[in-house]
Nanobody, 121 residues
C-alpha cells in the first residue's frame, strides 16, 4: 500500500503565499510523475502542476509564473510553492503520485485525501 499525506493548506489573503507538501510512504519501488490537482465543489478535478521523475514540469495556464512545483526524491515528497494567490485559486488540492511498488509491477496512480485552500479577497 502507498499513502500520500498532504500538508500546508489553509486560509490566506489574496496576494499571499502558501507552500504545500505531499509525502509518499509505504511500499514504494519508484515514483514516476507527481502532481497537484485542484477541485472546486461541483467541478472536475483539474491539473495544477506536475513534475516528472527527471524534473520536467507542466503547469496550468492559470498558475504559470506564480506556482512552482518541485520534488525531493530522497524523501518521496513533492512541493507546490504558490505565490500571488488569487480567490480563483481556492479549492481542495490533491496530490497524485504514479508509483511502482515492485521492480516489475505496473505503475499505478495514488491520491492523497486533499488539503483545503481558501483565498480571501
Amino acid at each position: 500500500q502507498v499513502q500520500l499525506v498532504e500538508s500546508g493548506g489553509g486560509l490566506v489573503q489574496a496576494g499571499g503565499s502558501l507552500r504545500l507538501s505531499c509525502a509518499a510512504s509505504g511500499s514504494i519501488f519508484s515514483i514516476n510523475d507527481m502532481g497537484w490537482y485542484r477541485q472546486v465543489s461541483g467541478e472536475q478535478r483539474e491539473l495544477v502542476a506536475r513534475i516528472g521523475g527527471g524534473g520536467n514540469t507542466n503547469y496550468a495556464d492559470s498558475v504559470r509564473g506564480r506556482f512552482t512545483i518541485s520534488r525531493d526524491n530522497a524523501k518521496n515528497t513533492v512541493y507546490l510553492q504558490m505565490n500571488s494567490l488569487k480567490p480563483e485559486d481556492a479549492g481542495v488540492y490533491y496530490c497524485k503520485a504514479v508509483v511502482r511498488t515492485q521492480r516489475y509491477s505496473y505503475a499505478a496512480n495514488y491520491w492523497g485525501k486533499g488539503t483545503l485552500i481558501t483565498v480571501s479577497s
